[in-house]
């Protein structure tokens, strides 16, 4: 029951609170800068997305580790989670600055991102890691992708995707040193698919 009343909790704060980083943002190092209103646009589309990524990354992880018996693993989760709430409210700060809106559709992304979290941990410990580093994987192709997309004069926003792109690869490393067992191909295709709907989607709505 704590381990649900703790993900309800973090729905809430995920879906509609503002969220507070632990560690300043990266965009914060950088210079002022003034963008063109078709640049703003695209940096505010990109991020758009970059900001859903991180909704669905709370749901994962809050997901697996209600349903993993393992207290070492689920403190690793959670400590994934409280990185990730970082890149939230970074992404939604930028967003901010660049007058435009989170994805109206976030509740459907977190939803549906709890509910792959759930199936894959409630497989094994070792196939929900697994979907933690195919996951991680192909968010840093994606915002591999977003660094080339962005303005080069959005200095903010390129500075943010360059440091997430940092953090997943570390945390697909560590999860693949945990013992993670890889999906199979059929699931990672799958996963690429459902991805790309979200971004699609998430890049308008």
């Known amino acids: 029951m704590d381990r649900l009343l703790t993900a309800a909790d973090s729905a809430l704060r995920t879906l509609f609170a503002s969220p507070k980083a632990g560690e300043r943002s990266p965009a914060a190092r950088t210079s002022p800068v003034t963008l063109t209103p078709q640049q703003a646009r695209l940096s505010g589309a990109l991020m758009r997305v970059n900001h859903v990524g991180e909704v669905c990354a709370q749901a994962l992880y809050m997901a697996q580790s209600c349903v993993t018996r393992d207290e070492n693993l689920r403190r690793d989760l959670l400590a994934a989670a409280r990185e990730e709430t970082d890149h939230l409210a970074w992404t939604r700060e930028r967003l901010d600055e660049l ?107």
């Open 99 to 205: 007058g435009s809106r989170p994805s109206l559709l976030n509740p459907l992304w977190f939803a549906g991102a709890f509910a792959i979290g759930l199936v894959a941990a409630r497989v094994s410990d070792r196939a929900s890691l697994g979907f933690v580093v195919e996951t991680e994987r192909q968010v840093s192709e994606h915002l591999r992708g977003h660094l080339h997309r962005l303005p080069d004069e959005d200095l903010p926003s390129r500075a943010i995707v360059a440091r997430m792109k940092l953090d997943e690869e570390r945390h697909a490393r560590q999860a693949q040193a945990a013992g993670a067992a890889l999906p199979p191909p059929p699931a990672r295709w799958l996963m690429r698919a459902a991805a790309k709907v979200m971004t699609t989607t998430a890049h308008h709505l």
